[in-house]
């Protein structure tokens, strides 16, 4: 399907960009952890002319087609956690490369709209923004506006990247998962246990509140 395609073609770029081939990783312990999934439901025509129909439709198999084209044989990993997604396998990553299970990883998440359908149930449920645009953390918001994309990054610990000779773009200090437990709705935010996993991730990193000067966030509660 196309969200599988685009997962594929942004896999090369990152190969290139950070200056492998494929030929490269071939055979090594990578790993593959893919957040998102895949919402293309091909038509009875397109399964009937597919060369394997079983693995072109599912979420589970938007990893195991990149471990399988790249012929690499780390943990192939789909996680739908929904908006942490790629998140949650970034930190699935960083565990497997601390444990030494793998040589590198191959990170990213992909959300494409390949149909109304989201649209129409968000708008249904009020979610959506009345006025098709979005103020973040801002009185002015009424509502979400959805997008898609797709974007992978390469992980290693940096003993191995600076080994390999890599650019390093950014070193992850600390990564730190939890769940709201039970709040008044599966997708209703729990505020203390936010409070938890940023305190967790902090202390884990050894730092102090004053020493962050930015910060990249999602608002829940939609």
């Known amino acids: 399907g196309p969200t599988a395609a685009l997962v594929l073609e942004e896999c090369l770029k990152l190969l290139y960009h950070a200056g492998y081939t494929p ?3 071939k055979g090594k312990p990578v790993g593959v952890y893919i957040g998102g999934r895949s919402q293309h439901k091909p038509d009875e025509d397109s399964l009937d002319h597919a060369k394997n129909p079983i693995v072109t439709v599912g979420q589970n198999y938007l990893a195991a087609n990149l471990s399988q084209f790249f012929d690499v044989r780390g943990p192939s990993v789909v ?4 908006c942490s997604s790629a998140l949650v396998g970034m930190n699935m990553a960083i565990q497997a490369l601390r444990g030494g299970d793998i040589q590198s990883a191959i990170v990213g998440g992909v959300s494409l709209l390949s149909s109304d359908a989201s649209h129409r149930l968000f708008d249904r449920r009020g979610i959506l923004s009345k006025h098709s645009s979005f103020h973040v953390f801002d009185e002015r ?3 979400v506006v959805l997008g898609e994309g797709v974007g992978m990054v390469m992980l290693k610990t940096v003993k191995q990247a600076l080994e390999d000779g890599d650019i390093i773009y950014a070193v992850v200090k600390a990564a730190s998962v939890n769940n709201d437990g039970r709040t008044a709705g599966p997708a209703t935010p729990n505020l203390e246990a936010q409070k938890e996993v940023m305190k ?3 202390f884990k990193s050894g730092k102090k509140p004053e020493d962050i000067s930015y910060l990249e966030a999602h608002g829940t509660g939609t």
């Not at 996680?79 to 929904?82: E, G, K, W």
């Open 23 to 25: 030929e490269e990783i």
């Open 200 to 202: 967790d991730a902090l």
């Open 79 to 82: 996680v739908d956690t929904a």
């Open 141 to 143: 918001a009424d509502g």
